[in-house]
T-cell receptor, first 111, second 114 residues
Framework: GENVEQHPSTLSVQEGDSAVIKCTYS??????FPWYKQELGKRPQLIID?????GEKKDQRIAVTLNKTAKHFSLHITETQPEDSAVYFC??????????FGKGTSLLVTP | EAGVAQSPRYKIIEKRQSVAFWCNPI?????LYWYQQILGQGPKLLIQ????????DSQLPKDRFSAERLKGVDSTLKIQPAKLEDSAVYLC????????????FGEGSWLTVV
């Protein structure tokens, strides 16, 4: 089955800096790659997603890039703010099947 | 729009006891998922339903876990008997159609087995 690796497991940045989280996947048939943000004790919430026919997608301060050849995708957060502090999960799936999640990255943005 | 509803939110039981969790997906969502999230890890799929049929239950420990989705709406996940390693958050999620659409999660049911 699909295996999703996520790095780093923890990330600390200064407010205003950029943060990058990277994921790799094993199944070349995967074609949907969402990112979820989970605050302590809360539900995971979708922040951005990308499909395999697109190389990059941006939404305000958040962007995701996908390299199908290398089977990796990344989340980029620019101008980080304290409220960006949370655990971020990447996931991969094949259309019609459930999401396979990475182990998560705990992001801390310090003022 | 109402979200995915789950209950109970918190449950503490002794090992070998049983527990049941209930989920009501977003209205009109045909696909329902149960995920297990152990502290410090990403969610792991237990079972996926499309309407009232099972799409994938390959990671469900069937000797102790069972789930049903009668009438294709609400779902119940049961654990009997519980083990210490079942301590986790059980997340229910739903999506409009099978695959590719946004998956919405509930707040989760926190289980502690002592």
């Amino acid at each position: 089955g699909e295996n999703v690796e996520q790095h780093p497991s923890t990330l600390s940045v200064q407010e205003g800096d950029s943060a990058v989280i990277k994921c790799t996947y094993s199944d070349s048939a995967s074609n949907y790659f969402p990112w979820y943000k989970q605050e302590l004790g809360k539900r995971p919430q979708l922040i951005i997603d990308i499909r395999s026919n697109v190389g990059e997608k941006k939404d305000q301060r958040i962007a995701v890039t996908l390299n199908k050849t290398a089977k990796h995708f990344s989340l980029h957060i620019t101008e980080t703010q304290p409220e960006d502090s949370a655990v971020y999960f990447c996931a991969a799936s094949i259309t019609g099947y459930a999401l396979n999640f990475g182990k998560g990255t705990s992001l801390l943005v310090t003022p | 729009e109402a979200g995915v509803a789950q209950s109970p939110r918190y449950k503490i039981i002794e090992k070998r006891q049983s527990v049941a969790f209930w989920c009501n997906p977003i209205s009109g969502h045909a696909t329902l998922y149960w995920y297990q999230q152990i502290l410090g890890q990403g969610p792991k799929l237990l079972i996926q339903f499309q309407n009232n049929g099972v799409v994938d239950d390959s990671q469900l420990p069937k000797d102790r876990f069972s789930a049903e989705r009668l009438k294709g709406v609400d779902s119940t996940l049961k654990i009997q008997p519980a083990k210490l390693e079942d301590s986790a958050v059980y997340l229910c999620a739903s999506s409009l159609v099978l695959g590719g659409n946004t998956i919405y999660f509930g707040e989760g049911s926190w289980l502690t087995v002592v």
